[in-house]
């Protein structure tokens, strides 16, 4: 049964990651422990694929029933935070974490705040007094290194106007251009969880990669973890294709100062350098609001909150006919200007 639980070997109480200090902290005790001092059990561990049918919390003993995703979960009777480690070897292992560094009460207070700044929301769900649950998840992502060989033909002109004598003359130059590129882009993250959902994950960009720690179980004790769903593989094309604005706005940039560019032909060659298996901090709050159900998530490093709120038809209503008065005022203070009329 490769259930990893903390116990506080002051108290004996189950020990959880404490976002704030960053250490493992036992609640009832206060006692807090070192994690990059902390020995990992999984590297005294092997366990061979579907060994493993069920899990046990060692607690209380009840049976942990869990999606096949999940790694790292609480347990149902008695609250204790498990690990299940046998869903985080050989290679499910990750090879870094970013800890949550905000924790569930200081998540809500953010929430708050930035449903207050939602100017053309409703205002009940302005005030942040439904949320239903607040969620902290590992989220498995694979961070891309990734190697660029591109080749650009265009035809560019430069066009300029003169005047001489009574004459107005336009000349217009046309070039042939060409530009061979390499781009190397690192720490390009694709969240690889099947159930999240990919324009959210997106959106919580981008996650302090210099607050990458080795990979560490004390680091998921308290939290959800989920595994991978797909492998790196698998979702290369989709870190290529994420790429490809990146790398058109880098194209335009060493092409500035002609009047036009039109490519001809533009060959965009991506190799794969690396991909490391992280896990990275999503808070998931649920909300209820006019007996719908929305869904926002939150940087567990930054704070940072995505989702689509609800929007009021009557702010909405009420901001078109503020900005349509602000422009017929506009028009009548030009045209007083001018000395003509408006009508």
Not at 58 to 70: H, K, L, M, Q, R
Not at 247 to 256: C, L, P
Request: charged share 20%.
């Amino acid at each position: 049964m490769p259930v990893l639980e903390y116990k506080c070997p002051n108290c004996g109480s189950g020990m959880i990651f404490d976002s704030v200090s960053g250490a493992l902290s036992c609640p009832s005790c206060g006692r807090q422990d070192n994690i990059e001092q902390l020995p990992d059990p999984l590297k005294k561990q092997v366990f061979t694929e579907g060994e493993v049918k069920e899990y046990h919390c060692n607690s209380c003993g009840a049976d942990i029933v869990t999606e096949p995703e999940t790694s790292a979960t609480t347990c149902s009777f008695c609250g204790a935070a498990v690990v299940l480690s046998d869903r985080l070897t050989g290679n499910l292992a990750p090879a870094m974490v970013i800890p949550f560094s905000i924790n569930k009460e200081q998540a809500k207070q953010a929430f708050k705040k930035w449903c207050r700044n939602g100017l053309l929301t409703p205002g009940g769900f302005m005030t942040a007094d439904r949320i239903q649950s607040v969620t902290g998840i590992y989220v498995p992502f694979w961070l891309y290194d990734l190697h660029n060989r591109i080749e650009v033909h265009a035809q560019g002109t430069k066009v300029r106007s003169y005047t001489q004598g009574d004459y107005r003359y336009t000349e217009t130059q046309h070039f042939d251009i060409y530009r061979k590129i390499r781009l190397e882009y690192v720490n390009l993250p694709i969240d690889a969880s099947e159930k999240m959902n990919d324009e959210l994950m997106d959106k919580l960009e981008p996650f302090p990669y210099n607050e990458l720690k080795l990979f560490k179980t004390p680091y998921l004790a308290g939290y959800i973890a989920e595994k991978y769903s797909y492998t790196e593989d698998e979702l290369f094309p989709r870190a290529k294709d994420k790429t490809k604005s990146y790398i058109d706005s880098y194209i335009a940039s060493t092409v500035s100062g002609y009047t036009s560019v039109s490519y001809t032909n533009k060959e965009i060659d991506t190799k794969l350098k690396n991909a490391d298996y992280v896990l990275l901090p999503v808070w998931m709050v649920n909300y209820d609001y006019n007996r719908k159900q929305y869904t926002f998530a939150m940087n567990g490093q930054t704070g940072k909150v995505v989702g689509k709120p609800p929007i009021s038809k009557a702010k909405v209503a009420g901001w078109f006919t503020g900005v349509a008065a602000v422009s017929l005022l506009s028009l009548k203070l030009v045209s007083w200007m001018m000395g003509g009329g408006f009508l």
